[in-house]
């Protein structure tokens, strides 16, 4: 198994979420919504539907994160 490859697709995703931000937003509306009162379908229907609108609700969509700028190597 290759884990550079593994992570490096985890980033990719992350990204494309918005960011390390937005994924800690996520976890935080899952805990929520773990915590309500009702029955383990509904509560898994009300995570599948927070995890469709990434980052907080109500927020507006991100941008996902912009790659990191390459710097040309020194001529020396």
């Known amino acids: 198994m290759n884990f550079g490859k593994l992570a490096g ?3 990719k995703l992350i990204d494309k979420r918005g960011g390390v931000k937005s ?5 935080r509306e899952l805990g929520t919504i773990a915590k309500e009162k009702g029955s383990l379908s509904h509560k898994a ?4 539907e ?10 507006p969509p991100r941008e996902p ?3 990191p700028a390459q710097t ?3 001529s020396g």
């Open 9 to 11: 697709q985890a980033k």
């Open 23 to 27: 994924l800690e937003e996520d976890a």
């Open 45 to 48: 229907r009300d995570a599948a």
């Open 50 to 59: 927070a995890l469709k609108d990434p980052g907080a609700p109500g927020e």
């Open 65 to 67: 994160a912009a790659p």
């Open 72 to 74: 040309p190597p020194a």
